[in-house]
């Protein structure tokens, strides 16, 4: 067994500081999905030793093969290990609740107040500085999950070129990745011989839940996989928000913490108010809930099987590169200027050096300066 793994090594916690936790992480946790898992694993696994290093992966290779957004499932995978529907329930509804406030706070203002110019201010330096911290999160992942394993190294490698290329995930390439690593490395044995609330009409908050039932159900990879799904309906398709429009409500979610996905609700809230925020964030979670809670108890039963662990590898690695792909991807978006290349160098320097400074306050400097630089 290996030592990082002995049972004994692992520290009780309680359902109720794990809720804490994850509501924490929900009201702090900058960076999008990626950076978001990151802090899962430093925070859980490497740091509290709440979770086995084994279940992460585990939740990790759920969330990457199930359509959803990938830090919410991951993060409802963690609070199944040990709870389990109780647990997956209130983690899930604990680390999407502080965003989900904080999109309606901001969708209420950008609809009284006819737009948000400061917004893209903001996101100026806080997009640059959210790519030094998930290019941090990623080298951490990196060197943890893939260590000096020639195998998984290549996948990794292959599906970190793919992201960057394609600029989007392949759930092929997943499940591709792990049947290759479970076969080689431990093959089966026949080898050797699975808008105001009262004024919605009912027909558009059923449209609105239809449409984001289906995105939450089809659309595999991080929250941001979910982005040119909704781009299509929302703006070209139903014509509920126009171009400009959408773009604030992704800018949103990249300037509020928790789960980028969240952007729904911001959508919802600007076509129907408050009821339309709440059905719009109920269909997106609601499939990758299910998609998590169904398949998990026989991720936890047979998780540690040599066939199953094999295929877990390799997904993960896949993930893993995927994810590194991710951060030129975002990257290029991003980081467009002097500022904005410096603001992210700076932000990967600081947490590499294990300087005292958290991520929140990395994001309030870096929106401070977008906002002097911009306006």
């Not at 009201?27 to 696994?45: E, I, K, T």
């Not at 109780?86 to 203002?109: D, K």
């Amino acid at each position: 067994m290996n030592p990082s793994e002995d049972p004994s090594t692992f520290k009780k916690y309680s359902l109720s500081k794990l809720i804490f936790y994850f509501l924490k992480l929900g009201a702090l946790g900058f960076g999008g999905p990626v950076a978001l898992v990151g802090y899962m694993y430093r925070d859980l696994v490497e740091q509290r030793k709440w979770i086995s290093e084994s279940d992460y992966k585990e939740g990790l290779a759920l969330a990457q093969l199930a359509p959803g957004p990938l830090a919410a499932q991951t993060a409802i995978y963690i609070g199944y290990v040990d709870y389990h529907i109780l647990g997956a329930t209130l983690v899930g509804l604990a680390f999407i609740l502080p965003s989900f406030l904080m999109v309606i706070g901001l969708g209420w203002a950008y609809v009284h107040y006819q737009g948000l110019a400061w917004m893209q201010a903001v996101f100026y330096g806080v997009g640059a500085c959210v790519i030094g911290i998930i290019a941090f999160s990623s080298y951490k992942l990196t060197r943890k999950t893939i260590g000096k394993d020639r195998l998984l190294l290549g996948i990794y490698i292959l599906a970190a070129m793919i992201t960057v290329i394609t600029e989007s995930e392949n759930v092929l390439f997943f499940l591709l990745a792990g049947i290759a690593v479970w076969l080689i490395k431990a093959p089966p044995k026949l080898l050797h011989k699975p808008k105001a609330l009262l004024s919605v009409p009912p027909e558009l908050l059923g449209k609105l839940f239809l449409f984001f039932l289906k995105a939450g159900s089809f659309v595999f990879g991080s929250g941001l996989a979910i982005v040119p799904f909704l781009y299509g309906g929302v703006v070209k398709d139903f014509h509920w928000l126009n171009e400009r429009q959408f773009l604030d409500a992704v800018a949103v979610a990249m300037i509020t913490p928790g789960p980028v996905v969240i952007t729904v609700a911001f959508i919802g809230f600007i076509v129907a108010g408050l009821s339309g925020a709440s059905v719009a964030a109920l269909g997106t979670f609601l499939p990758c809930y299910l998609f998590t809670i169904i398949p998990a108890p026989y991720f936890k039963k047979y998780g540690k099987r040599p066939d199953i662990a094999a295929f877990v590898d390799g997904v993960t690695a896949t993930a893993v590169g995927a994810i590194t792909g991710a951060v030129f991807v975002l990257g290029k978006r991003s980081i467009i200027d002097l500022p904005t290349a410096t603001l992210a160098l700076a932000a990967f320097v600081i947490l590499w050096r294990g300087l005292k400074i958290s991520e929140p306050f990395l994001i309030a400097g870096a929106a401070l300066i977008g906002l002097v630089l911009k306006h």
